[in-house]
């Protein structure tokens, strides 16, 4: 009876045993299984820009087609003109204080040639409804709220060293100072197509489970998709 009994207790043991290793293994399995991927957030745009705006587009030779593109002498100095005027504007604080000066000073130089500048242009257009409306657009796009934190330090660099040794050609410091310029805005734009880009994959991954909880999404899709 007692061997019996101590065969029971073997098998009973070994039983237990299995039992032990069957779980061993599920709880390893189990914690060896990848963990679920967390949903990443939505690209935001580059530096607080709007979800959707409109941007110059780029052409079928990679360059992109600003309203800086192609012009001619007097409108380059105008255009250079109109940067450093909403540069002084927008530029503000005791750090930038030399681009307001240096706007000041630059009008008051070339006064005449400016003058000059500005009537050749007029003559350009048909009326003055057409000129404002061009001068708006010039202003608006160096006004980018996006792009003109990263002008401002271009604009006193420039300012700087205008003040320190100002041009006597006004042209060839139109013709220097405008892709300077330019380079603020190129730079946003080409960081708003990646933002484009990379959120537009984003869309196709996870927005048709996660779109409605991201601002982005919906400003993109509206929230009916």
């Known amino acids: 009876m007692n061997a019996v009994r101590r065969i029971a207790a073997r098998g009973l043991i070994a039983a237990g045993g299995v039992a032990l290793t069957l779980g061993a293994v599920r709880v390893s399995a189990e914690s060896s299984a990848p963990?679920?991927?967390?949903?990443?957030?939505?690209?935001?745009?580059?530096?607080?820009?709007?979800?959707?705006?409109?941007?110059?587009?780029?052409?079928?030779?990679?360059?992109?087609?600003?309203?800086?593109?192609?012009?001619?002498?007097?409108?380059?100095?105008?255009?250079?003109?109109?940067?450093?005027?909403?540069?002084?504007?927008?530029?503000?604080?005791?750090?930038?204080?030399?681009?307001?000066?240096?706007?000041?000073?630059?009008l008051k130089t070339y006064a005449r040639e400016l003058a000059a500048v500005n009537r050749r242009i007029e003559a350009k257009y048909r009326n003055s409804a057409a000129r404002d409306a061009r001068n708006t657009r010039v202003y608006n796009y160096f006004a980018t709220p996006a792009a003109i934190g990263s002008m401002c330090p271009v604009?006193?660099?420039?300012?700087?060293?205008?003040l320190k040794a100002p041009s006597r050609n006004l042209s060839t410091f139109a013709r220097a100072t405008l892709p300077r310029y330019d380079a603020v805005y190129l730079d946003f734009f080409n960081a708003y197509d990646r933002y484009r880009a990379d959120s537009a994959a984003w869309d196709a991954k996870y927005g048709a489970l996660y779109g409605s909880t991201q601002p982005g999404y919906v400003a993109v899709h509206g929230g009916s998709r």
């Open 35 to 106: 963990a679920a991927e967390p949903t990443p957030y939505r690209p935001l745009p580059p530096n607080g820009a709007a979800y959707v705006m409109d941007i110059p587009p780029v052409g079928a030779d990679g360059v992109r087609r600003t309203l800086n593109m192609g012009l001619d002498e007097d409108e380059t100095i105008w255009h250079v003109r109109s940067g450093w005027n909403v540069a002084a504007l927008d530029c503000i604080g005791g750090q930038y204080r030399p681009v307001l000066t240096g706007y000041a000073a630059f």
């Open 155 to 162: 604009a006193l660099a420039v300012a700087n060293e205008w």
